[in-house]
C-alpha cells in the first residue's frame, strides 16, 4: 500500500503570510496615523482576525492529523495481514475507475453495495459467523480433515436422505470413514418422522463404519432441536438455516465460544432424548416448546 505523502518542511503556511502582511500593515498605519485611539481600534480589529485565523488554522490542523492518523492506522492494519494487499490494492483500484468513469451510473451504485455487502459479511465474522450455500461441502470437508477427536452431528433424513446418496453426499461420507479410521469419534442422532427401510440401511451402514448411531422420532424434541448441526473438536460449529416453508438455504458456520456452548448442550439434550437402533422408540412427549 502507498503511504500518504509527509507535508514538505518547506510548504508555506497561510496563516504565517496574513500574519507578517497584517504586521506590516499595522506598521505602516502607526506611522502615517496621528489618532492614536481609532489606531487602537484599527489594532484590536487587526488581532481579532489574527486570532480568528490562528483558531481555524489550528481546526484544520487537528482535522489533518486526524484524518492522517486514521489513514495511518488503516495502512498499519493492512500491512499487518498477509494476504490483504493483494487482495486492497485492485478493490481500490477498481472502485476508483468506477467513481471515476460511470460515476451517476447504475455502476457507482452497484460499486458502493459490493462494499457494504462485504462489509455485512465482515461484520458476521467479527461476531465468529459465516454462511455458504446450501449444498456447498468445501467447509464441511475441510473441517472433517482437520477434525482430531470428536465430531457431533445430526441428521434430518426428511431433509437430507436423498442427499446422502448423491455424489456430493458420498464425498462427505468418504471424507467420514476417512476421520474414522484416523481416531476421530463420530456421534450422529437422526432426528426422523418415519422409520423407513431406507433409513434403516443408511444408519446400519453408519453404525457398522464405526459411528456412534442414535435416533430420535421428532416429535421428543422442541421445534428449534429439529434441525442439522454439527460440532467438529467444540471449534467451529454448523446449523442449517431453513425458510419459513421448510427449505434449506444456506449452512451457517460459528467458531464464538458462546456459541459453540449452545450448539454442544443442545446436541447432548438431542443424544439424551434418542435411542440405540435396536432399542424401541419411548412413548412420545409433548415436548417443551
Same mark, same amino acid.
Given at each position: 500500500?502507498?503511504?500518504?505523502?509527509?507535508?514538505?518542511?518547506?510548504?508555506?503556511?497561510?496563516?504565517?503570510?496574513?500574519?507578517?502582511?497584517?504586521?506590516?500593515? +499595522?506598521?505602516?498605519?502607526?506611522?502615517?496615523?496621528?489618532?492614536?485611539?481609532?489606531?487602537?481600534?484599527?489594532?484590536?480589529?487587526?488581532?481579532?482576525?489574527?486570532?480568528?485565523?490562528?483558531?481555524?488554522?489550528?481546526?484544520?490542523?487537528?482535522?489533518?492529523?486526524?484524518?492522517?492518523?486514521?489513514?495511518?492506522?488503516?495502512?498499519?492494519?493492512?500491512?499487518?495481514?498477509?494476504?490483504?494487499?493483494?487482495?486492497?490494492?485492485?478493490?481500490?483500484?477498481?472502485?476508483?475507475?468506477?467513481?471515476?468513469?460511470?460515476?451517476?451510473?447504475?455502476?457507482?451504485?452497484?460499486?458502493?453495495?459490493?462494499?457494504?455487502?462485504?462489509?455485512?459479511?465482515?461484520? @458476521?465474522?467479527?461476531?465468529?459467523?459465516?454462511?455458504?450455500?446450501?449444498?456447498?461441502?468445501?467447509?464441511?470437508?475441510?473441517?472433517?480433515?482437520?477434525?482430531?477427536?470428536?465430531?457431533?452431528?445430526?441428521?434430518?433424513?426428511?431433509?437430507?436422505?436423498?442427499?446422502?446418496?448423491?455424489?456430493?453426499?458420498?464425498?462427505?461420507?468418504?471424507?467420514?470413514? @476417512?476421520?474414522?479410521?484416523?481416531?476421530?469419534?463420530?456421534?450422529?442422532?437422526?432426528?426422523?418422522?418415519?422409520?423407513?427401510?431406507?433409513?434403516?440401511?443408511?444408519?446400519?451402514?453408519?453404525?457398522?463404519?464405526?459411528?456412534?448411531?442414535?435416533?430420535?422420532?421428532? @416429535?421428543?424434541?422442541?421445534?428449534?432441536?429439529?434441525?442439522?448441526?454439527?460440532?467438529?473438536?467444540?471449534?467451529?460449529?454448523?446449523? +442449517?438455516?431453513?425458510?419459513?416453508?421448510?427449505?434449506?438455504?444456506?449452512?451457517?458456520?460459528?467458531?464464538?465460544?458462546?456459541? +459453540?456452548?449452545?450448539?454442544?448442550?443442545?446436541?447432548?439434550?438431542?443424544?439424551?432424548?434418542?435411542?440405540?437402533?435396536?432399542?424401541?422408540?419411548?412413548?412420545?412427549?409433548?415436548?417443551?416448546?
Amino acid at each position: 500500500m502507498k503511504r500518504p505523502h509527509p507535508k514538505s518542511p518547506f510548504a508555506v503556511d497561510p496563516v504565517l503570510i496574513i500574519g507578517t502582511g497584517l504586521s506590516v500593515l +499595522l506598521g505602516v498605519i502607526f506611522y502615517v496615523r496621528e489618532d492614536t485611539a481609532q489606531a487602537l481600534g484599527t489594532v484590536a480589529g487587526l488581532i481579532g482576525g489574527v486570532i480568528t485565523l490562528q483558531i481555524q488554522s489550528l481546526i484544520q490542523d487537528r482535522r489533518r492529523v486526524e484524518h492522517e492518523t486514521r489513514v495511518g492506522q488503516m495502512v498499519s492494519t493492512i500491512d499487518r495481514i498477509p494476504w490483504m494487499t493483494d487482495l486492497m490494492e485492485p478493490m481500490l483500484r477498481a472502485a476508483k475507475h468506477v467513481e471515476r468513469d460511470y460515476k451517476g451510473t447504475p455502476a457507482e451504485d452497484a460499486c458502493r453495495a459490493a462494499f457494504e455487502e462485504c462489509l455485512r459479511t465482515l461484520a @458476521d465474522l467479527e461476531r465468529g459467523h459465516f454462511r455458504t450455500p446450501y449444498g456447498d461441502n468445501e467447509v464441511f470437508l475441510r473441517l472433517i480433515a482437520q477434525a482430531r477427536e470428536h465430531i457431533c452431528v445430526t441428521s434430518v433424513p426428511a431433509v437430507d436422505l436423498t442427499w446422502w446418496r448423491q455424489p456430493v453426499g458420498r464425498q462427505y461420507w468418504r471424507a467420514q470413514l @476417512d476421520a474414522l479410521a484416523r481416531g476421530v469419534k463420530i456421534r450422529r442422532v437422526f432426528i426422523y418422522h418415519e422409520w423407513t427401510d431406507d433409513l434403516d440401511a443408511l444408519a446400519r451402514e453408519q453404525l457398522a463404519a464405526g459411528v456412534q448411531v442414535r435416533r430420535v422420532q421428532v @416429535d421428543r424434541l422442541p421445534p428449534p432441536m429439529r434441525v442439522i448441526t454439527g460440532l467438529w473438536d467444540g471449534a467451529c460449529g454448523h446449523e +442449517l438455516s431453513y425458510t419459513a416453508a421448510g427449505e434449506a438455504v444456506h449452512d451457517t458456520f460459528t467458531v464464538s465460544p458462546p456459541d +459453540l456452548e449452545r450448539l454442544m448442550r443442545q446436541f447432548e439434550m438431542i443424544e439424551r432424548s434418542a435411542v440405540e437402533l435396536d432399542d424401541e422408540p419411548r412413548p412420545t412427549a409433548d415436548p417443551v416448546a
